[in-house]
């Protein structure tokens, strides 16, 4: 076991604060990284606030992880000491059900092992990037392209793979119509994603505000959901919405946007149940989905395809001692668009 420095959370309600992580020993299949960047992810805010359940405290949070590897188990023929890699939302899974055996380790059917707050392997509580340095198993380790600048690679971990792997399932691509819901962290990746694919992309924003941003990033269409006329003027025209808001939505408005044979697939969750009536899903034969994050396999296809096209996300790079401020902004929705953590300064803190 080593201990490597980090910003960790003490309670649902204090600031984070300097402090360390142990990481377990270097095994055979094992890869120790080198943190250089952590992406906040607002996944990170609501589990240490509770959002999503009790907390063991003190935890380390971060699943938006670049880094260089430092050192790699005997086994390990994946990655070699000095690669650029990533870790994303999942640092193991069983490898025996149906889905892992089928490459969807976000799907194990006996739940596949958080990169922080989840049980590992040895029993203890795995925890996250908010550090200098991580252990993984070399099967969730990601080689990330030379092409994808550094310090922009993090939030591809999450907010990339979350986006992809919907826009790939239900067929964003040429002659398709596509909306994106919110233009936040997840949705300005999604823009640029859908848009790389070559769909017809849409941005449904509450406000104006990031029009030109929107357009920016690659939409051709931008629509303020705050004027209720947006909703009478695209009734009926898309293929697919990916929605990727977590506070609730008035679903049935959204679900009348669709045409036919339409999905709106929901990656942004509020914590309570959302209403539907079951008359909007019967017109345009419409359906309603959900998508988790994306299979190991199909996060390092989505980092070649960003490297491809050259797709980063937008980042503002802080110091460990903004963390708590970032996170105050994260919930006001003051971030354009994502932030990264220099993971050099936790070891100054
Ligand atoms: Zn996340
Ligand atoms: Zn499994």
């Not at 797709?311 to 105050?328: D, G, R, S, T």
Request: aromatic share 8%; proline share 6%.
């Amino acid at each position: 076991m080593t201990s490597v420095p980090a910003y960790t959370a003490t309670s649902a309600t204090e600031p984070l604060v300097p402090g360390v992580v142990e990481r377990r020993a270097v095994g055979p299949r094992d890869v120790r990284v080198d943190i250089r960047w952590a992406g906040i992810c607002h996944s990170d805010i609501h589990t240490v606030r509770g959002d999503w359940g009790p907390v063991p405290y003190p935890l380390t949070v971060g699943h938006e992880i670049a880094g260089v590897v430092a050192e790699v188990g005997s086994e390990v023929t994946r990655h070699r000491v000095g690669d650029r890699v990533g870790v994303g939302c999942m640092v193991d899974s069983c490898r025996e059900c149906e889905n892992c055996r089928a490459g969807r380790e976000q799907y194990c059917l006996n739940g596949f092992t958080d990169t922080y707050n989840g049980k590992d392997r040895d029993g203890r509580v795995t925890q996250g990037g908010y550090a200098t340095g991580i252990v993984v198993d070399e099967h969730f380790v990601l080689r990330i392209p030379e092409a994808i600048p550094f310090e922009k690679a993090a939030p591809l971990l999450c907010a990339g793979i979350t986006t992809y792997s919907p826009l790939r399932r239900w067929n964003a691509g040429p002659g398709r119509k596509v909306a994106v819901v919110g233009l936040g962290g997840l949705g300005h990746l999604a823009v640029k994603i859908a848009h790389a694919l070559g769909a017809e992309v849409t941005v449904l924003s509450q406000s104006p505000r990031k029009r030109e941003d929107g357009l920016r990033f690659g939409a051709d269409h931008y629509h303020a959901t705050s004027d209720p006329a947006t909703f009478e003027r695209l009734a009926n025209s898309f293929d697919l919405i990916v929605n990727t808001v977590s506070a609730p939505l008035d679903l049935d408005a959204y679900l009348g946007l669709l045409s036919f044979g339409g999905t709106i697939v929901s990656v942004g969750a509020p914590p309570e149940a959302v209403p539907v009536t079951l008359f909007t899903l019967f017109e345009n034969q419409r359906s309603f989905a959900g998508s988790k994050i994306g299979s190991i396999a199909e996060t390092q296809e989505m980092l070649d395809f960003c490297a491809e096209h050259g797709i980063a996300p937008e980042v503002e790079i802080i110091p460990a001692e903004k963390i708590n401020e970032a996170w105050e902004r994260v919930l006001s929705s003051d971030v354009r668009y994502r932030f990264v953590i220099d993971a050099s300064t936790f070891a100054a803190a």
